[in-house]
């Protein structure tokens, strides 16, 4: 790939720089008592992305709802104490141990965007993980709607003009082949597969895909990327 295309890296959030399958997955196994311990990743992630579905709001305000859920799905622990526990570990959720550094070398040649489903509230704390990266925000709150909804990349298309940049000059970064690879690449972005789960099967957290997208650039973590980039200036 040619990056010396590119001005504006878009990058999913939530799954691409921030390890949201291990924030879940730890808060339930220790929130949700003795019958979690047992539970396989899949077992809990099912009745998690039903939750999530049934309760698609922002993010720093539904997963109450969401644990409640899955809870009792799954027979775990149920109370207003669990669940508010668990509202709280999704501003907890730990980046990738390579996303901080790999942005910030990143950061150094592009314009660095987040894209994120996640809220304004909840993407503060990410972002402050993450090393405060990024240039400019677009979160659910601004555009009104989520990924894949087309109108969160067009709300963005029109938010980067204004800065200058035209979309032949994005490359769009993700992990999600449901929420991000598939509509981008649909709607004439070029796209970077961070394929974070190239190691386990399936999909995980992240709901399936109707078809599988192939990116233009497909690789295991943002250390990957950021050594693509500068191993090929």
């Not at 790939?1 to 001005?7: A, I, P, Q, V, Y």
């Not at 141990?97 to 503060?124: C, G, K």
């Not at 796209?191 to 233009?216: A, K, L, N």
Request: net charge negative; with cysteine.
């Amino acid at each position: 790939m040619d990056f010396s295309r590119f001005k504006v890296l878009t990058f999913d959030i939530v799954g691409t720089c921030i390890d949201f399958e291990k924030g879940v997955l730890d808060a339930v196994r220790r929130i949700g008592g003795e019958a979690a311990a047992g539970l396989s990743d899949d077992e809990i992630f099912r009745p998690y992305m039903a939750g999530r579905a049934q309760h698609y709001g922002r993010s720093s305000e539904v997963f109450g709802d969401v644990y409640l859920h899955l809870a009792g799905e799954l027979g775990l622990v149920k109370s207003e104490a669990a669940a508010r526990d668990f509202q709280l570990s999704v501003l907890e959720w730990p980046a990738f141990q390579d996303s901080a550094e790999a942005l910030a070398r990143l950061r150094a040649r592009f314009r660095l965007v987040a894209m994120t489903n996640a809220d304004r509230t909840a993407y503060t704390a990410y972002a402050e993980r993450l090393g405060l990266p990024f240039h400019d925000a677009v979160t659910c709150d601004e555009a009104r709607c989520a990924k894949p909804d087309p109108k969160f990349f067009e709300f963005n298309r029109g938010r980067q003009s204004a800065f200058g940049y035209g979309q032949d000059e994005i490359l769009h970064v993700a992990q999600s082949q449901y929420h991000d690879i598939g509509i981008a690449r649909e709607l004439g972005y070029s796209v970077c597969w961070i394929e974070r789960r190239h190691d386990q099967p399936g999909y995980g957290g992240t709901p399936d895909p109707m078809s599988f997208t192939e990116p233009d650039l497909r690789l295991p973590s943002l250390a990957a990327l950021a050594d693509r980039v500068f191993g090929d200036t």
